[in-house]
């Protein structure tokens, strides 16, 4: 990868919502995992209106580690949100997006930049879901409504770790607020044509800390937002709508 003038060649973005218990250990792994490598890098985060001491231990890990730059504003505004202002502050040439409770190993990236050859798009999928059965079982719905809905074929489009070209995730809309986020970005760089490929990533036990989502609220919500997403598209490829 060749830099552009106050680029770097890799971006790690993430949301970061209460993650006080687990936020240090995370950030200090990514750190491990990006040292060795010979590109050049940075980690983005957002936190997401923390009212722990998210914000505190950023602000510290950001003083011993100068590639890590945070944005933080109150209140919570949800994961989509956190996620595309965590993009939009990025710079990097490629974005690669995960979530920052430990569930995504950011090793895996190796194996996605080498599918990413000549692509502008890699959507990770969960080769095992570490889970409980209540979001297996919601990940699976949203998969068979993503296939009916927007005939997209992917295994796994909610995965959060994908691999972006950046300008391309920069130009991003995101308006989901919470849970499809990752199927709302995986839908409109298809739509928008985007060169894309799959490659399996590990999921794994939440280190710390709890998950945010509720069960049935969320899966409302979804199917909400689907629905909606549904018709803009429509919309798009009419040429009513200008962007996505």
């Given at each position: 990868?060749?830099?552009?003038?106050?680029?770097?060649?890799?971006?790690?973005?993430?949301?970061?919502?209460?993650e006080?218990?687990?936020?240090?250990?995370?950030?200090?792994?990514?750190?491990k995992?990006?040292?060795?490598?010979?590109?050049?890098?940075?980690?983005v985060?957002?936190?997401?209106?923390?009212?722990?001491?998210?914000?505190?231990?950023?602000?510290?890990?950001?003083?011993?580690f100068?590639f890590?730059?945070?944005?933080s504003?109150?209140?919570?505004?949800?994961?989509?949100?956190a996620?595309?202002?965590a993009?939009?502050?990025?710079?990097?040439?490629?974005?690669?997006t995960?979530?920052?409770?430990?569930?995504?190993?950011l090793?895996?990236?190796?194996?996605?930049?080498?599918?990413?050859?000549?692509?502008?798009?890699v959507?990770?999928?969960?080769v095992?879901?570490?889970?409980?059965?209540?979001?297996?079982?919601?990940d699976?719905?949203?998969?068979?409504?993503v296939?009916?809905l927007?005939?997209?074929?992917?295994?796994?489009?909610n995965?959060a770790?994908?691999?972006?070209?950046g300008?391309?995730?920069?130009?991003?809309?995101v308006?989901?607020?919470?849970y499809?986020?990752?199927?709302?970005?995986?839908?409109?760089?298809?739509?928008l044509?985007?060169?894309?490929?799959?490659?399996?990533?590990?999921?794994?036990?939440?280190?710390?800390?709890?998950?945010?989502?509720?069960?049935?609220?969320?899966?409302?919500?979804?199917?909400?937002?689907?629905?909606?997403?549904?018709?803009?598209?429509?919309?798009?490829?009419?040429?009513?709508?200008?962007?996505?």
């Open positions: 990868m060749n830099s552009l003038a106050g680029q770097v060649d890799l971006s790690v973005v993430a949301p970061v919502y209460n006080a218990e687990g936020i240090e250990e995370v950030v200090r792994y990514w750190v995992v990006l040292q060795p490598c010979e590109f050049t890098y940075e980690i985060l957002a936190n997401d209106g923390s009212t722990d001491a998210t914000e505190d231990i950023l602000g510290r890990l950001q003083t011993e100068p890590l730059r945070y944005v504003y109150k209140p919570n505004r949800g994961y989509g949100y996620l595309g202002s993009i939009q502050a990025s710079s990097g040439q490629i974005v690669v995960l979530d920052s409770d430990g569930q995504f190993d090793a895996d990236v190796h194996k996605l930049l080498q599918t990413y050859q000549n692509l502008d798009f959507t990770g999928y969960r095992k879901k570490a889970d409980n059965l209540f979001r297996v079982l919601a699976r719905g949203v998969n068979l409504l296939r009916s927007f005939h997209v074929s992917l295994r796994d489009t995965c770790m994908k691999l972006i070209r300008d391309l995730a920069r130009n991003l809309i308006e989901a607020t919470g499809p986020t990752p199927t709302e970005i995986t839908v409109k760089l298809v739509a044509g985007a060169r894309t490929a799959e490659e399996g990533v590990q999921h794994l036990e939440r280190l710390k800390g709890q998950s945010k989502l509720k069960f049935l609220r969320t899966s409302i919500s979804s199917f909400r937002f689907l629905l909606y997403l549904r018709k803009r598209l429509k919309l798009y490829k009419a040429g009513i709508l200008n962007t996505l």
